[in-house]
C-alpha cells in the first residue's frame, strides 16, 4: 500500500457566463480583453431563443475568439447545434436534459449539468458521465440556496467524486468561500457584467478572490 499522500488538487479557476446574446457585436469587441486580463478557464454562452440558424450563427462567431484565448465556448442549453457552432460543449439544466444530451455529447464535446436539487440527482449525473457538476444558480423563480448550503455541497463532492465542481457565485465574498469549499470551478455571470467599474474591473476582482482563498485553504492544511 502506498501512503503517499494524494496529488494537491490545481487552484480553482473562473468560468464567465455571459449576458444573454442577441447580437454577438458588443460580446466579441469585449470578451478578447477579459480573456487576457483573467484566468478564466471556459466561457459560457447564453443565447437569446431564435431560430438555429441565427444561433449556431452566434456561436460561430464567438467560439475561435474564446478558443484562441485558451479558453472553452460552452452554450447554455441547445446541445443539438454544439457541434455545427463547433462550440467545446453545453451547460444541461437538469439530470434529464443531460441524459438526453449525452448520446449528441459524447465523446468529443463537454457535457456539464446543473439543477442538482439534492445529492443523490448530483449523483446520479456523475455515475452519467457529467464532465462536472454546478452548484448554486437560481431556478426559475430566481430561489437558490443559502451560500452556506452550496458551500456545503462544494465541500461534500470535492471530498468524494472526481468530476470537477462548480459553484454559481453571486458575489466576490461568495467567489471566495466556494473556492475555500473545493469548488473547481467558480462561474460568474450577472456579478461581473453589472458591475459599475465595468466587467474588467469584476473580472479580475473575482480572479484574486479564488486565487486567495486556495492559497489560504492551501496554507491551512499545510
Known sequence: MSNKSPPPRPAPRLYLATPVVDDPASLLAELPDLLAAADVAAVLV???????????????????????????????????????????????????????????LKPDR???????????????????????????????KGQRPSAEAIAERLDWWAELFEPPCVGFATSFEEAYDFAASGADFVLVGDLVWADPRGPRAALIEADAAIKKAFAAAAASQG
Open 46 to 104: 447564453r443565447l437569446k431563443e431564435t431560430d438555429q440558424r441565427t444561433m449556431i450563427s452566434r456561436i460561430k462567431a464567438l467560439a475561435p475568439l474564446v478558443q484562441n484565448a485558451g479558453a472553452a465556448l460552452l452554450v447554455d442549453g441547445h446541445p443539438e447545434i454544439v457541434a455545427r457552432g463547433g462550440a467545446d460543449g453545453a451547460h444541461l439544466a437538469n439530470v434529464a436534459a443531460l441524459e438526453e444530451a449525452l448520446p449528441s
Open 110 to 140: 463537454i457535457a456539464g449539468v446543473g439543477g442538482l436539487a439534492t445529492r443523490h440527482e448530483s449523483m446520479s449525473a456523475g455515475e452519467m458521465g457529467a464532465d462536472y457538476v454546478l452548484f448554486g444558480e437560481p431556478d426559475a
